[in-house]
């Protein structure tokens, strides 16, 4: 319950921090009242490290700094400076404060940005580009065209046949439980157990078509709209309107 304000405040233990070692708290406390709080003078602060016994020390403390509430539960009152640490902080340093915070949301909005569409920025006629679509065709055997739009559409291609002959079957008990028994595996190991097996490896290759499908779709899309949506003619070999 304290790591984020202890973070805030620049602790230098603040994931390690114990609450309920007395050690910890005492360190936690001097620091506190050393780099951030300041309610006694430097020489009146000396208690705070000298004591033989912290808990009068800290309930003194805790008197001194008018804490307001009833509760005297330790990890309320440590919860409550902290608090207060992180209150008077922001008041000498409100500017730094205000641009931690003002860069951190630039960041979460840019992060967001990219997150929902990351083959919005795509750019055709980029060695990345070229590389991954080259990659793909590899892996499915495909050969690669001179022009990496017609190999991404020649991708396409194969992905929606690999994956025409599955979609009858899942389409039937999408979003439902599949009985594994009742799927037909095409082949016959002599082996009931090795059966149920193979089915499930074939439920698994079915899963990754589908995504690698979906994958490809998508990035044929983000190019048709930086290339503004051009019609293919594989008879030329060409891109053509």
């Given amino acids: 319950m304290f790591r ?63 804490y307001p509430f009833s509760n005297k539960h330790q990890s309320m009152i440590l919860d409550w400076i902290l608090g207060l640490a992180v209150r008077l902080e922001y008041g000498d340093n409100p500017d730094k404060y205000k641009n931690a915070y003002e860069d951190k949301m630039a960041k979460e909005r840019e992060t967001k940005s990219i997150s929902e569409n990351p ?24 050969s690669i065209h001179p022009d990496d739009k017609i190999t991404l559409e020649a991708i396409k291609i194969t992905v929606e046949r690999l994956t025409a002959e599955t979609d009858t079957q899942v389409k039937k008990t999408t979003n439902k439980p599949i009985p594994i028994d009742d799927l037909d595996l095409g082949f016959d190991t002599g082996d009931p157990k090795l059966n149920r097996a193979a089915k499930a490896l074939r439920l698994l290759h079915i899963n990754d078509l589908r995504q690698l499908q979906t994958q490809v779709n998508e990035a044929i899309v983000a190019v048709q709209a930086i290339t503004a949506n051009p019609k293919t003619d594989q008879r030329l070999g060409k891109i053509g309107r």
């Fill in 119 to 142: 083959l919005e920025n795509i750019k055709e006629n980029t060695p990345e580009f070229k590389e991954g679509v080259q990659k793909i065709a590899k892996l499915l055997d495909i």
């Fill in 4 to 66: 984020r304000k202890l973070s805030a405040l620049g602790y230098p233990k603040c994931e390690d921090f114990n609450p309920s070692s007395e050690e910890e708290q005492k360190h936690l406390i001097i620091w506190l009242e050393d780099q951030k709080i300041r309610h006694y003078k430097v020489e009146d602060r000396k208690f705070l490290k000298t004591a033989k016994s912290w808990t009068p020390a800290f309930n003194k403390y805790v008197k001194d700094l008018q």
